[in-house]
């Protein structure tokens, strides 16, 4: 069996175990757009490169890179690459003493590193110049404008750099069975999903608890956060809940197959990943279906958010499914996804990375080990996604 169908089939036990994969049947949703008939989004391949070993054999990174200001990130079994931006090249490699624990991640112009009983930050050269414990396993980790926020078994915390480079621990909250976590648009709150389901949301600055909402059993997959935050239940219902307090927006929507990973809001419209081979979009104020997009093969990873763009990850391909911008300034049709198909005969190995500002690109790596940078064309059609994006806060 070829490594990526291992690695896919992994993929999907551990979202299985995790409690995110609801009840059959898979019902079917009809089509509101036909892949064929949408238009080519602003992306193009920039480079295209695979590592080998001392043997000439081909090396399969382990975990999904990390887009930073100068380089691409890419972690192997015992080494991180940073790959030029520009071509490609590899800049340097840091040789690692313990297995990471979590993917790496582009942190204040380096990368941190959660590799064994310890954080890790490496300067632009590759030094490790600051360390942290790591305090158990990680379940989660993502950068806010105040530092990198990691989610354990037991805690929240907020790590950040010195004056002298060195790791430090803003703030520490104690969250028994924290899981995934997001941010909103405006960055004052953390939402993190529980393993018994609850959804508490944090102050980013402080770590102070402003709520816990006991009201929908959820997934433990991250949230969504738009004009509310979204969770997926256990059943496979999308959820929407108030910022202010964790009450119910609206009634639960089923959204009709098994969903496979977490969902993401753009643009009034919220994105669910389903094991029906489709990325299907939601009403965000409502909860109405309005797009289902068919892939090759079953999504089975998180959907990320790009920008003003949403990228999914079906099983085979890779794809990358892009929405258009929804702004007057945009396409004709700013309601229409469009679609970017990478082709390829091997199977997708890791999830898409993208920059937290969405400006530089996008990276997806397939099962054999080949990483391609997709950055924004020049063209009309980017500065008309660029105009859009100006409408609206950053992404986070």
Avoid at 317 to 330: D, E, K, L, N, T
Wanted: hydrophobic share 40%; net charge negative; proline share 7%.
């Amino acid at each position: 069996m070829r490594t990526g169908r291992l690695l896919v089939a992994a993929l999907l036990a551990n979202v299985a175990c995790s409690g995110a994969v609801a009840l059959d049947p898979l019902a079917p949703v009809q089509t509101r757009v036909d892949p064929d008939e949408v238009s080519t989004p602003p992306l193009r391949v920039a480079w295209t490169v695979s590592a080998s070993d001392e043997d000439g054999d081909r090396e399969v990174p382990t975990h999904a890179a990390a887009v930073g200001d100068s380089a691409i990130f890419v972690a192997y079994s015992n080494r991180l690459d940073a790959l030029s931006l520009e071509d490609g090249n590899k800049l340097w490699e840091a040789h690692l003493s313990a297995p990471l624990a979590f993917a790496p991640v582009a942190f204040r112009g380096g990368v941190a590193l959660a590799s064994g009983p310890r954080w890790l930050w490496l300067d632009a050269s590759g030094t490790a110049t600051a360390f942290a414990d790591a305090r158990g396993p990680v379940n989660d980790a993502l950068v806010v404008s105040e530092g990198l926020v990691v989610v354990s078994d037991e805690q929240v915390r907020l790590l950040d750099l010195s004056a002298g480079n060195s790791l430090t621990m803003a703030w520490s909250t104690a969250l028994p069975g924290g899981r995934r976590a997001s941010t909103g648009q405006d960055g004052s709150s953390l939402y993190v999903t529980n393993e018994d389901g609850s959804v508490t949301a944090l102050a980013t600055a402080t770590g102070t608890a402003r709520w816990r909402s006991t009201e929908v059993e959820a997934a433990p997959l991250r949230p969504a956060a738009g004009e509310a935050v979204y969770v997926v239940d256990h059943g496979g219902q999308l959820h929407a809940l108030r910022h202010r307090d964790g009450k119910r927006m609206w009634d639960a929507k089923y959204i009709g197959m098994r969903v496979s990973g977490s969902p993401v809001a753009r643009d009034g419209l919220v994105w669910v990943p389903g094991l029906d081979a489709a990325v299907h979009a939601f009403t965000a104020g409502g909860g109405s279906h309005q797009h289902r997009i068919k892939g090759n093969g079953r999504i089975h990873m998180d959907v990320v958010g790009w920008g003003p763009w949403v990228i999914a990850s079906p099983q085979y391909g890779p794809w990358i499914i892009v929405q258009a911008p929804r702004s007057s300034r945009g396409p004709a049709d700013p309601g229409t996804p469009r679609i970017l198909r990478i082709d390829s005969d091997d199977d997708l190995a890791l999830p898409p990375a993208v920059d937290t500002e969405g400006k530089i690109g996008v990276v997806v790596i397939d099962s054999t080990g080949t990483i391609r940078f997709l950055t924004p064309e020049q063209g009309a059609e980017a500065r008309r996604g660029d105009e859009a994006d100006e409408t609206q806060p950053p992404a986070r």
